[in-house]
């Protein structure tokens, strides 16, 4: 497949692992945040959600954590398989006037070892 | 197969050329994104529009440009290519006008390369 990025950060897990991906963002006035997958020759795929109001969202095998103190983000997969070795994307819905905008981070790669 | 179809898949010209990249939204979607994603970049947003208008401008070029249409397929028109063109090219599709209240579908992209 094609390659997403030459430059990403990398987190190498063995298969069963619970992993921990962070993110940190920008902009204090955003109120939606998500994380979305891209495997390798497709397009980003929707995870998990959570709005600015809450600071724990859990969906199946994942959640994810919101700090607003610090603007920290991080998903949180567990028992990691190898079906989840692609890039990980937080991306930030920053509101301005009369519209918003989606702002993605840089991307880290999760690497799963049988 | 998110419902977010984009043609062609891969495209190779040269400088100084135009290409129109195509999108069809997932079904009962009205707001169309545009995003470019580069190696250094990451994924940029260009430009959204909804139900036919433009809705919100990113960092889009002045020798590019897009449109929605009546039937609510959008066309991205990238024009005198230069070597820095070369990227995949995603679109995305949602329900409302607002990414901050609707997940985005994104289709596979099409992968420019300017030689």
């Known amino acids: 497949g094609e390659s997403v990025g030459l430059h990403l950060p990398t987190l190498s897990v063995q298969e069963g692992d619970n992993s921990i991906i962070n993110c940190a963002y920008s902009n204090s006035a955003s109120d939606y945040f998500i994380w979305y997958k891209q495997e390798s020759g497709k397009g980003p795929q929707f995870i998990i959600d959570?709005?600015?109001?809450?600071d724990k969202r859990q969906g199946q095998r994942v959640t994810v954590l919101l700090n607003k103190t610090v603007k920290h983000l991080s998903l949180q997969i567990a028992a990691t398989q190898p079906g989840d070795s692609a890039v990980y994307f937080c991306?930030?819905?920053?509101?301005?006037?009369?519209?918003?905008?989606?702002?993605f981070g840089k991307g880290t790669m999760l690497l799963v070892s049988p | 197969d998110s419902g977010v179809t984009q043609t062609p898949k891969h495209l190779i010209t040269a400088t100084g050329q135009r290409v129109t990249l195509r999108c069809s939204p997932r079904s009962g979607d009205l707001s169309v994104y545009w995003y470019q994603q580069s190696l250094d970049q990451g994924l940029q947003f260009l430009i959204q529009y909804y139900n036919g208008e433009e809705r919100a401008k990113g960092n889009i070029l002045e020798r590019f440009s897009a449109q929605q249409f009546p039937d609510l397929h959008s066309e991205l028109n990238l024009s005198s290519l230069e070597l820095g063109d070369s990227a995949l090219y995603f679109c995305?599709?949602?329900?409302?006008?607002?990414?901050?209240?609707?997940?985005?579908?994104f289709g596979a992209g099409s992968r420019l390369t300017v030689l």
């Open positions: 991306a930030e819905n920053s509101p301005n006037s009369g519209y918003s905008t989606l702002t």
């Open positions: 959570i709005r600015s109001n809450m």
């Open positions: 995305a599709s949602s329900v409302g006008p607002n990414s901050g209240a609707n997940v985005l579908t």
